[in-house]
T-cell receptor, first 115, second 108 residues
Framework: DVKVTQSSRYLVKRTGEKVFLECVQDMDHENMFWYRQDPGLGLRLIYFSYDVKMKEKGDIPEGYSVSREKKERFSLILESASTNQTSMYLC??????????????FGPGTRLTVT | RKEVEQDPGPFNVPEGATVAFNCTYSNSASQSFFWYRQDCRKEPKLLMSVYSSGNEDGRFTAQLNRASQYISLLIRDSKLSDSATYLCVVWGDYKLSFGAGTTVTVRA
């Protein structure tokens, strides 16, 4: 059974703080993704990675960076948190190379509030 | 224009009813289509893939209309446990695009 875990379910940070969101999957998946989910907007892709040390920008990468030093771990970094980054952050992983037409397995999400 | 558009609902239906809703997508080159289900405060999970010829999975039927660029989901004999938000997901241009979701509430 695939398991994707995220370091925190709820997080409250102050404007300007550096924020790390960690995601770990235990199924040796190659592809990992970070999304944010906001009411009325659906899930929007921030960054994704299809291999260790590889990263690609998604639709809304501004204000974010990522790190993938190990295959099972994909970190999302907010260099200087802002209030408009208050959101639900979801990590996902999927097996297989290239096109992720397989099921994406999501973590439980981290609800980040920036005050 | 959003890449994937859904009627947000909510669709409030009694147990046993049939409920159906659509999703439209803007990229005519989209290749694969899915419905994901998301329960309140939970992560999305794959409900079913959508194939060109249409497909069923128990009480759930998915249809794809490439000419009009929409996919549909029909739920027969609704159960209380079907209450959730249903996300339309489209693969194209090397990425998945998610709709904002259609909320379905099944009442006793």
């Amino acid at each position: 059974d695939v398991k994707v875990t995220q370091s925190s379910r709820y997080l409250v940070k102050r404007t300007g703080e550096k924020v790390f969101l960690e995601c770990v999957q235990d199924m040796d998946h190659e592809n990992m993704f970070w999304y944010r989910q906001d009411p009325g907007l659906g899930l929007r892709l921030i960054y994704f990675s299809y291999d260790v040390k590889m990263k690609e920008k998604g639709d809304i990468p501004e204000g974010y960076s990522v790190s993938r030093e190990k295959k099972e771990r994909f970190s999302l970094i907010l260099e200087s948190a802002s209030t408009n980054q208050t959101s639900m952050y979801l990590c996902a992983s999927v097996e297989g190379p290239g096109q992720p037409t397989y099921e994406q397995y999501f973590g439980p999400g981290t609800r980040l509030t920036v005050t | 224009r959003k890449e994937v558009e859904q009627d947000p609902g909510p669709f409030n239906v009694p147990e046993g009813a049939t409920v159906a809703f659509n999703c439209t997508y803007s990229n005519s080159a989209s290749q694969s289509f899915f419905w994901y289900r998301q329960d309140c405060r939970k992560e999305p999970k794959l409900l079913m893939s959508v194939y060109s010829s249409g497909n069923e999975d128990g009480r759930f039927t998915a249809q794809l209309n490439r000419a009009s660029q929409y996919i549909s989901l029909l739920i027969r004999d609704s159960k209380l446990s079907d209450s959730a938000t249903y996300l339309c997901v489209v693969w194209g241009d090397y990425k998945l695009s998610f709709g904002a979701g259609t909320t379905v509430t099944v009442r006793a």
